[in-house]
């Protein structure tokens, strides 16, 4: 079992960056960031495995990056050139064991999800 405590989110204006946090109670195969706008499907955002291979999705590519420090059981995601299009409550999600399947951007396999922070930018 792992409990993820997320922090970081809040309001800027496009072309705005934003860090956000994720801590976990104990060390994870695999993290990915989440998000889901109002009337939208949750879709994954960008992920990082426990030895830092990394998958982003396509809309996210070269404006979001991903890391982790493993000794504080961290993820974080490092939001720059926001667009409104961005604007959406973000989760944190862990795998504690590969046996799932890869770590990417599929939220079934995940079982452990922090509680969400809101993002938003304005145009």
């Known amino acids: 079992q792992v409990q993820l405590m997320q922090s970081g989110g809040g309001s800027v204006p496009a072309g705005g960056s934003l860090r956000l946090s994720c801590v976990g109670s104990g060390p994870t195969y695999c993290m990915t960031w989440f998000r889901q706008g109002p009337g939208k499907k949750r879709e994954g955002v960008a992920a990082m495995d426990s030895v830092g291979l990394n998958t982003y999705r396509d809309s996210v590519e070269g404006r979001f990056t991903i890391s982790r420090d493993n000794a504080k059981n961290a993820l974080y995601l490092q939001m720059n050139n926001l667009q409104p299009e961005d604007t959406a409550m973000y989760y944190c999600?862990?795998?504690?064991?590969?046996?799932?399947?890869?770590?990417?951007?599929?939220?079934?396999?995940?079982?452990?999800w922090g509680q969400g922070t809101q993002v938003t930018v304005s145009s």
């Open positions: 999600a862990a795998q504690l064991s590969r046996r799932r399947g890869t770590c990417g951007l599929d939220p079934a396999p995940f079982d452990y």
